[in-house]
């Protein structure tokens, strides 16, 4: 199927652990985004990629890491995850251009405990 | 980083009533999006606005982009619950930035 997917859907890990969620877009979509949910905050821009193996650091970078050795997946790595990063994550992706429409996955919710 | 002020944080009206929702930005914007959000869902696009002084209209909702472009609004007419959810603005870049403004919850009440 056609679209953007996220996994897992749910996640609960443990201080200090490292994750992994994974991101997979299937249109072959230049920029390719993951942002962090809060209440009140909105969407907060972790990393952002514009083609496969060039990424770039959002507003909230620290304490993740980004890959994206080909262009259909972008994976989030949580190094050492602490509480703090406790949120609802999602991938996004959309096709070159300023105005390019943006697709968004349906969120991870991660707990870290 | 452009910022992107969104107001008011949260809005509850009654079933009818009109309501009105503001991005703004102390720079000038290329172009701006707005995304709507339900629970549980990822943000869906609404509408783009790329012209200074434009308006479009999306069935009971209608979108402006301020003339200097470092504004824009969201204004729903007679709202109905189908309207809850979060509201998102957001500017992208030539180089494929997007960023969004932290977002109105609009709670619609039967």
């Known amino acids: 199927d056609a679209g953007i997917t996220q996994s897992p859907r749910y996640k609960i890990t443990e201080t200090g652990r490292q994750v992994t969620l994974m991101c997979h877009q299937t249109?072959?979509?230049?920029?390719m985004f993951w942002y962090r949910q809060d209440l009140g905050h909105g969407l907060r821009l972790i990393y952002y990629?514009?083609?496969?193996?060039?990424?770039d650091k959002g507003e909230v970078p620290d304490g993740y890491v980004v890959s994206r050795s080909k262009t259909e997946n972008f994976p989030l790595t949580l190094e050492s995850a602490t509480r703090s990063q406790t949120s609802v994550y999602f991938c996004?992706?959309?096709?070159?251009?300023?105005?390019?429409?943006?697709?968004f996955g349906q969120g991870t919710r991660l707990t870290v405990v | 980083t452009q910022l992107l002020e969104q107001s008011p944080q949260f809005l509850s009206i009654q079933e009818g009533e009109n309501l009105t929702v503001y991005c703004n930005s102390s720079?000038?914007?290329?172009?701006l999006q707005w995304y709507r959000q339900e629970p549980g869902e990822g943000p869906v696009l609404l509408v783009t606005?790329?012209?200074?002084?434009e308006v479009k209209k999306l069935k009971r909702l209608t979108f402006q982009f301020g003339d200097a472009r470092k504004d824009s609004s969201l204004h729903i007419t007679a709202a109905q619950p189908g309207d809850t959810g979060l509201y998102l603005c957001?500017?992208?870049?030539?180089?494929?930035?997007?960023?969004f403004g932290q977002g109105t919850i609009l709670t619609v009440h039967p």
């Open positions: 720079s000038v914007f290329s172009s």
């Open positions: 249109w072959s979509h230049s920029y």
């Open positions: 606005v790329v012209t200074g002084g």
């Open positions: 957001a500017c992208g870049t030539s180089y494929g930035k997007l960023t």
């Open positions: 996004a992706s959309r096709d070159r251009g300023q105005n390019t429409e943006a697709f």
């Open positions: 990629s514009a083609a496969a193996d060039i990424t």
